[in-house]
């Protein structure tokens, strides 16, 4: 008997040459962002159709969004790299509050010392640094003490808000820092934008960088995804969410700044609906509740639709009370998209 040779059988490869592939204009097409893109513009010429000499569309009114979008905005790409790696931070709006409370304060302590430039210095660096230990002490409770991030951030929410009322006199608003800083800053333009919104675009094209082409990025969607599997693949997830939550909290504090440079003075009633209006923008724009997934042009999306909302409606005459019923259900609407979107992959 002769011997005979089996020889493997190989699964024949499926050439994918000829199939056409999607373009990167089409796959933004079919994007969450782009969806927020389109729903923007229709808003926008609504609003202007709405308006009474179509004042929605002046450059000054849009001027007037993007410069109070900037805040949100800050906070919202906090927030969206948290949610990158499944975490939350509702004491985000605390966070500025406290930061603008600190910064304002040292601005006052050296004013009569320093030049104007040091002082706003020390009040920049006292917001940033206030914003960074309060994301750190965040992130010691979420990746150590192991509790969960919508708890230990609710009781931190309090406790900040607490202590900025402590160190203003209980809840008195502080002024008398230098007028530069608002006319140098706070409202002045850059290349027709104002200077804050300006600051904001960058670090956003800066996040969208990191998260993009960087490991950093990409450990923090893998922890997002499954911080178990991340752990069991040799990632420090402890420490890099802690970094994340010092991260969100520095923007914070940077926002709490940008606060006391377009005002002039702290605003210490105003921030209670911000941690929800960041969640509603980043979620809109596709950044996903359970993390695995970060949208940055989405977020910006998602915060210029909640700011054509805000301004369209006051435009057209709309009592406060139906504006925080517009921005709540769309909060709502927000969130159905980003479970539905959950379904559809669980299902798939």
């Not at 702290?266 to 509603?280: E, F, M, P, R, Y």
Request: glycine share 12%.
């Amino acid at each position: 008997m002769s011997n005979q040779t089996t020889k493997p059988t190989h699964q024949p490869e499926i050439d994918t040459r000829a199939l056409p592939k999607q373009s990167i204009w089409r796959r933004s097409l079919g994007s969450r962002a782009a969806f927020v893109l389109i729903i923007d513009l229709l808003l926008i010429l609504f609003f202007t159709g709405l308006s009474e000499n179509n004042i929605f569309l002046s450059a000054a009114n849009f001027r007037s969004m993007v410069l109070n979008g900037t805040e949100l905005l800050l906070l919202a790409l906090g927030l969206s790299v948290l949610l990158g790696a499944g975490e939350f931070d509702l004491s985000l709006g605390s966070n500025l509050v406290l930061s603008s409370v600190v910064g304002a304060n040292a601005m006052v302590a050296v004013r009569d010392s320093q030049s104007v430039f040091v002082t706003i210095l020390c009040g920049l660096l006292a917001c940033v640094a206030t914003g960074m230990l309060f994301g750190l002490a965040n992130g010691l409770l979420i990746a150590y003490a192991r509790i969960n991030s919508l708890i230990a951030t609710l009781g931190t929410l309090g406790i900040g808000m607490g202590l900025a009322l402590l160190f203003s006199s209980n809840g008195q608003d502080i002024t008398g820092f230098p007028i530069e800083l608002q006319s140098g800053f706070g409202l002045n333009r850059v290349v027709g934008i104002p200077a804050p919104a300006f600051l904001a675009l960058l670090i956003a094209i800066l996040l969208w960088s990191i998260i993009t082409h960087t490991r950093f990025g990409r450990h923090t969607l893998a922890i997002g995804s499954s911080s178990v599997a991340a752990s069991r693949a040799g990632l420090r997830v402890e420490p890099h969410l802690v970094r994340l939550t010092v991260l969100a909290g520095g923007l914070a504090g940077l926002a709490g700044f940008v606060d006391l440079a377009r005002f002039q003075t702290t605003v210490i009633s105003g921030h209670s609906n911000d941690a929800l209006l960041a969640v509603t923008a980043a979620v809109l724009g596709g950044t996903l509740l359970e993390g695995g997934r970060v949208s940055i042009l989405g977020t910006i999306g998602g915060v210029a639709l909640i700011m054509i909302l805000r301004s369209g409606l006051v435009i057209a005459g709309i009592f406060s009370s139906y504006q925080l019923i517009v921005v709540g259900s769309v909060l709502i609407i927000a969130v159905g998209l980003d479970r539905f979107s959950a379904h559809q992959r669980a299902t798939a």
